[in-house]
């Protein structure tokens, strides 16, 4: 139904206002009124917390000036053809500017189906036979291929015009090493709860019900083979987030206000 490269899915939606980003697109997570979902940067990578059930969508907003190509990826699954994901297949062409949400798996050019955080064997890719990739969205941009300019003189060799890929978030953060055991019973019991948390297993995206969710196709003609730039954002359960040392534990209600030895003022009667 999907044709390929260089005929590629697009998203035709509203112009956004533009703004300014070190990258060429801009990922996250909303939830479904638009919200941002929460989410903390640990170790140069975004890692959003997410709860089992709760809709979400992929919002992507294009930074540049040209239309761009991006090839979404959620749990190591192309959202558009359903294959094992590939930088080379199909994705969605944003406009200069454009900022677009992706509900869910496209499962034609009038409907998606929602994505929604599951456990792992209600994930669509474990579903699929495909579970090795939860907790993961990735988004490979490509710039369009522009026409060479009108020139007056012989062209001169441009070294400029090497593209390269910049990686926007690296591998999955590591486990922080385990604590040497301790004599106190209370801290063994925090380190197994942490333990218990960090091995339970990961969220996943659901493939959810249909909805009305139009698209349409344009041609579109890669600058080059390679993606100039490659995004990923990473999600999990909260609690998971924090035995993996990712998230930073709420502060202590003390940390705010500590107990004052001298507030001033005469004893009152008590209440």
Known sequence: MFRRFPLLSALLLCLATPLQAAGIVDVSLVDAGGNAL???VFRGHEHVAGAPGAPYSVRMINRSA???????????????????AGTSQQGYVLMPWQEVDIRGWRKSLEETAGFYFTELPDSYAARTGRPDDLGVIGAAV??????????????????????????????????????????????????AQADSAAAAAPLGTGHGERRFDPASTTAFQRASSTPSEVVRVYYDRYESLVARGIWPQPPSPYAQRAPRAFPGGFTPDPW
């Open 38 to 40: 929460p989410s903390t």
């Open 66 to 84: 040209g239309r761009v190509l991006v090839v979404l990826s959620v749990d190591g699954v192309n959202a558009i053809s359903g294959e094992t």
């Open 142 to 191: 490509f710039r369009e291929l522009q026409p060479p300019p009108v020139q007056s003189a012989p062209p001169v060799a441009d070294e400029s015009r090497r593209w390269g890929a910049r990686e926007g978030a690296a591998a999955r953060a590591a486990k922080p090493s385990a604590q040497s055991k301790s004599n106190s019973e209370s801290r063994r019991e925090r380190e």
